[in-house]
């Protein structure tokens, strides 16, 4: 079993060197060429990230806009809701009194 095991290891080992071998041989630019190519794609992957990142940024804060606004809302509604609960009551009291 273990001599299958080194076997199996061996032709992995054996694919990879000539796969590495056949993509440096065929290669389709060279080092310099590339690196800046390499180089240019990190920046564009970084100016993406941060473009995105400032979209995401403004959505939330959006959100949190909203967000507020519909407290404030609820707020405004509830007050008036305890507001209008204490002036029955108050008439209700007026009333029994009377």
């Known amino acids: 079993m273990s001599d299958d095991r080194n076997n199996?290891?061996?032709?992995?080992?054996a694919g990879l060197g000539l796969g590495a071998v056949v993509g440096i041989l065929y290669a389709p630019k060279s080092g310099r060429e590339t690196r800046e190519s390499l180089l240019q794609?990190?920046?564009e992957g970084r100016d993406y990230?941060?473009?995105?990142g400032r979209e995401?940024?403004?959505r939330v804060s959006e959100?949190?806009?909203r967000g507020k606004e519909t407290v404030g809302k609820q707020r405004?509604?509830?007050n008036s809701a305890i507001e209008a609960g204490?002036?029955?009551y108050r008439?209700?009291?007026a009333e029994k009194k009377s």
């Open 8 to 13: 199996n290891i061996g032709w992995f080992l």
């Open 49 to 52: 990230v941060v473009a995105r």
């Open 56 to 58: 995401a940024r403004e």
């Open 63 to 65: 959100f949190v806009d």
């Open 76 to 78: 405004e509604q509830i």
């Open 86 to 88: 204490r002036q029955a």
């Open 91 to 93: 008439e209700a009291t």
């Open 41 to 43: 794609n990190a920046d």
